[in-house]
């Protein structure tokens, strides 16, 4: 009945050890028992799994020196046991290891056994999914396919796994995606830990971040980031002061980068900065972009996948561009460009929920478009046919004035012959249709 604990023991080895705050000690004492009740069973292959999730919970905690021995002792029981997915597994936190504690020797040996078993016994997954022997971010393992690649250890086949995972063109990678989230607040992410506000070190490394993410299509001169961000400072202190933000800015999204290792995100060419094109960086406003696009095509021929798209669109959408930088001027083009995004995407949303008989859902979202902006007399006019469609007139003919006042107080105009129209129409008879909206 004792050998039944070991299992449970391994997990719990995983579940402590695995944490983005590890748990060392319980994870220790969880595999010292499973490797003592596994050898007196003699099951060298639980004794095998265990050790391996101990090598991987020391080199998940930055500790690479400690996990060689439980590692190699478990890709010792797992060659005995002719498991060669333990093998690779085994190896595949080695070669981590090895390159965490630039033992480049150790390394390629390793990593070009873990790449001919990978290739042999077809274990790419181990690099595109999470697996229970695998780390729990795939994204960890991006560093070692890059130095295999780049140092010629079965380079074809490692830069086969890269494009696999989509990163064809990376050049440097810290072993984890930036997620960012732009709209409504400004908050980032190294992998799964979020990047805490005294982490920047300053407000200035922050808002360098910003607007280098705002401009990420084209390299900015240095001259060009201090005027933005210094201005009233001399060109000598605007210059001291730019690079203390730079570099607490790369400190805080590269925290464990070694002094000779290329920058992951940010790079320089002379004295112009850039986000990295090919950088491993989700950002919500691409998603934004990519959502609304797709929703906005043409829906004659599936109107639910456009539903689908510009609903997603509207969750991503959490809040205007940056309020943290809300009077400056380089945020301010991007802000209106990806509000009239939202607005036609929710517009467009609230049209196609009409369609369907989705009225409440309808009004929801035009509430939501008039939170935004008070003068969208689209959103009026699909409110008024929402409610026509529910058999009320009268709160139809409600939002009508609703507009009047609006229009009046926030632009001193009158509402379009459009809106005056479908009045008209509600007033005189109730009948109303989407195509004259």
Not at 255 to 280: C, H, L, T
Request: glycine share 6%; hydrophobic share 45%; with cysteine.
């Amino acid at each position: 009945m004792r050998r039944t604990r070991v299992e449970a023991l391994w997990g719990l080895t995983r579940a402590y050890g695995f944490l983005s705050r590890a748990d060392l000690a319980s994870a220790e004492r969880a595999a010292a028992e499973g490797v003592e009740i596994g050898q007196a069973a003699g099951d060298a292959w639980v004794v095998g799994l265990v050790e391996l999730t101990l090598g991987g919970s020391y080199v998940l905690a930055g500790q690479p020196a400690r996990a060689v021995e439980p590692l190699s002792r478990a890709l010792h029981l797992f060659r005995e046991c002719g498991d060669s997915f333990g093998r690779a597994a085994s190896r595949l936190w080695l070669s981590l290891g090895y390159l965490d504690l630039a033992q480049t020797e150790h390394f390629i040996s390793c990593v070009d056994d873990l790449l001919a078993l990978c290739e042999m016994h077809h274990y790419e997954f181990l690099f595109t999914a999470p697996t229970l022997l695998g780390p729990p971010d795939t994204r960890r393992l991006a560093p070692i396919l890059i130095e295999a690649r780049d140092r010629r250890v079965r380079s074809a086949y490692a830069a086969r796994l890269l494009a696999a995972i989509g990163l064809p063109e990376i050049k440097a990678h810290p072993g984890y995606r930036l997620r960012i989230q732009m709209l409504g607040a400004f908050r980032v992410w190294r992998g799964a830990v979020e990047i805490e506000p005294r982490e920047w070190q300053r407000d200035k490394a922050r808002q360098l971040f910003q607007l280098l993410l705002t401009q990420r299509g084209r390299w900015l001169q240095r001259e060009e980031i201090v005027e933005r961000l210094w201005p009233a400072l001399s060109p000598e202190a605007a210059a001291r002061d730019f690079k203390v933000a730079l570099n607490a800015l790369n400190r805080a999204i590269e925290p464990r980068r070694s002094a000779d290792a290329p920058f992951a995100f940010i790079v320089r060419e002379g004295a112009a900065y850039r986000i990295r094109p090919e950088a491993d960086v989700w950002l919500d406003v691409d998603a934004f972009g990519r959502e609304c696009e797709a929703g906005l095509r043409p829906v004659d021929s599936n109107p639910a996948e456009a539903m689908g798209h510009l609903q997603a669109a509207l969750r991503l959408y959490e809040g205007d561009y940056l309020p943290d930088a809300l009077y400056e001027d380089w945020a301010s083009e991007e802000r209106e460009r990806l509000l009239s995004m939202y607005l036609h995407a929710a517009d467009k949303l609230a049209g196609l929920l009409i369609e369907r008989g989705q009225f409440d859902d309808s009004l929801q979202v035009c509430q939501a478009i008039l939170a935004r902006d008070s003068c969208w007399e689209q959103a009026y006019r699909l409110m008024m046919m929402a409610y026509v469609r529910q058999g009320n007139r009268a709160q139809a003919l409600r939002v009508y004035q609703r507009c009047v006042g609006a229009l009046h107080d926030e632009l001193g105009v009158e509402p379009s012959p459009a809106t005056r129209a479908l009045h008209d129409r509600i007033a005189q008879s109730g009948e109303v249709s989407l195509s004259g909206l």
